[in-house]
């Protein structure tokens, strides 16, 4: 869940739109619509770029380049000032560039690349939504399965014991009393299948970890991983002892009425 989530994210992140305006836009209407921008709430971050900035990035992109060479011989910066516009939510981009269009604005842009990227950021939030669906869906599976195994544990163990269930009925003993073992045992299945969990997600991480580095350089899955390794066992183990505590109340309270 994590690696979808994660990867999600980065994706997300290097989604965006920039605003481009006319050479002769003053620097104080640019920075205006930055700050205006900044105020919406779909708006994440807001960066300007200036003309210089913009040439010095793209010297250091493509040093000892052919391009930069030939940029050195031009006397003027060809590149022009611009915004860099980063959502919340890629659904909202369209939002966004629909604000651009204000009249007080449109006079010193020269062109928003929303309409350039529009399919593709279209596409990848399509994407994110079913990867997300499919990630609880997935979710919500593994879980039943985890319970119905539990579950299906705590009925043969009391099936197999039932003669000893019937005798401590005959004498007394409470349906509290009869069901605490049973309970606990559930508790016990659920804190080894979490600790087994663990144990195996450590190999399977450091052999997936080059793959995902590749798909998404900023994520370090590995160093996530045994850096918060105590509270995702923490976790684990939570959800094991509350999966298996419920597997067997019900299995339990089935075979009671039984």
């Known amino acids: 869940r994590f690696i979808t989530i994660s990867t999600l994210d980065s994706v997300r992140d290097k989604i965006d739109i920039s605003v481009y305006f006319i050479e002769s836009a003053p620097e104080d209407e640019i920075i205006r619509i930055q700050k205006s921008l900044e105020g919406l709430e779909q708006v994440k971050s807001v960066e300007y770029i200036s003309k210089d900035e913009a040439l010095e990035r ?6 000892n380049d052919a391009a930069a060479q030939a940029l050195e011989e031009l006397d003027d910066n060809p590149f022009l000032p611009s915004i860099n516009v980063k959502a919340y939510d890629p659904s909202d981009y369209s939002n966004i560039a629909s604000y651009l269009e204000n009249d007080s604005f449109k006079s ?9 990227n529009q399919i593709v950021i279209e596409r990848l939030t399509a994407i994110i939504e079913n990867v997300n669906r499919g990630g609880l869906f997935l ?3 593994l879980a039943v399965v985890a319970v119905l195994v539990a579950f299906n544990t705590i009925w043969l163990a009391m099936y197999s014991n039932k003669e000893e269930i019937g005798i401590m009925r ?7 009393y009869i069901r605490g073992p ?3 045992e559930g508790i016990v299945y659920g804190i080894i299948a979490a600790i087994l969990s663990i144990l195996i997600a450590g190999p399977f991480i450091l052999f997936i970890d080059p793959w995902i580095a590749k798909i998404t350089p900023e994520i370090d899955l590995k160093i996530y991983f045994f850096s918060n390794i105590l509270i995702l066992t923490l976790y684990q183990l939570i959800f094991g002892i509350a999966l298996g505590a419920i597997s067997s109340f019900i299995a339990i309270r089935k075979y009671m009425r039984v």
Do not use: D, M, P, W
Not at 108 to 116: G, H, L, M, R, S
């Open 58 to 63: 793209f010297k250091n992109r493509h040093t």
């Open 108 to 116: 010193i842009i020269e062109k928003v690349t929303f309409a350039q």
């Open 139 to 141: 979710t919500l599976i």
């Open 170 to 176: 005959l004498v007394g003993a409470t349906n509290s």
């Open 182 to 184: 049973y309970i606990v």
